[in-house]
T-cell receptor, first 115, second 114 residues
Framework: DAGVIQSPRHEVTEMGQEVTLRCKPISGHDYLFWYRQTMMRGLELLIYFNNNVPIDDSGMPEDRFSAKMPNASFSTLKIQPSEPRDSAVYFC?????????????FGQGTRLTVV | TQLLEQSPQFLSIQEGENLTVYCNSSSVFSSLQWYRQEPGEGPVLLVTVVTGGEVKKLKRLTFQFGDARKDSSLHITAAQPGDTGLYLCAGAGGLTGGGNKLTFGTGTQLKVEL
């Protein structure tokens, strides 16, 4: 497997524009996570899915953020409208629930810059 | 909110020195993981500890899970430049259950110089 694939790797957009980040999890994994990483706040969990169903979206900062997982092999995180404070690296990760604990496999991230 | 505080936040040492990174929480976790992240990449799992008091060794790295499963430490012996990176602890499960939900610590940025 190629691992978790995120696109784009870099995104520069103007304030007010819609931004869509994409993620393809590892085949067979039943959990998918969206994280945001900044220097100030570290790695924050935004939302996670189990078997394509959103389980906990309490980390989504505002209604401008939305995430979907239409099938087991694809998820999107959308920001509309984007603001400069949304600039960060967004990571998607997937895992498979097993006895004891489960490793989260991360993609390479999307570096978002809102100007 | 389950918070994981790591200390120190930054650490710059010379090759060959030893160091310890701490991860503390007021919450109990079902397991705790340590990840290392390099620039431009996502975090990569180093180890998972599950049992209170558990100690795991990975070459020059020693990981310990506190007896009460609220804290953990990472000790590196004879650090090398290749150990440079951001070290993150992550707690799984805990008060909110959450199965695979991981709460990450604040991170420790380590730099090992020649």
């Amino acid at each position: 497997d190629a691992g978790v694939i995120q696109s784009p790797r870099h995104e520069v957009t103007e304030m007010g524009q819609e931004v869509t980040l994409r993620c393809k999890p590892i085949s067979g994994h039943d959990y998918l996570f969206w994280y945001r990483q900044t220097m100030m706040r570290g790695l924050e969990l935004l939302i996670y899915f189990n078997n394509n169903v959103p389980i906990d979206d309490s980390g989504m900062p505002e209604d401008r953020f939305s995430a979907k997982m239409p099938n087991a092999s694809f998820s999107t995180l959308k920001i509309q409208p984007s603001e400069p404070r949304d600039s960060a690296v967004y990571f998607c990760a997937s895992s498979l629930l097993t006895q004891g604990s489960s490793e989260a496999f991360f993609g390479q991230g999307t570096r978002l810059t809102v100007v | 909110t389950q918070l994981l505080e790591q200390s120190p936040q930054f650490l710059s040492i010379q090759e060959g020195e030893n160091l310890t990174v701490y991860c503390n929480s007021s919450s109990v976790f079902s397991s705790l993981q340590w990840y290392r992240q390099e620039p431009g990449e996502g975090p990569v799992l180093l180890v998972t500890v599950v049992t209170g008091g558990e100690v795991k060794k990975l070459k020059r790295l020693t990981f310990q899970f506190g007896d009460a499963r609220k804290d953990s430490s990472l000790h590196i012996t004879a650090a090398q430049p290749g150990d440079t990176g951001l070290y993150l602890c992550a707690g799984a499960g805990g008060l909110t259950g959450g199965g695979n939900k991981l709460t990450f610590g604040t991170g420790t940025q380590l730099k090992v110089e020649l």
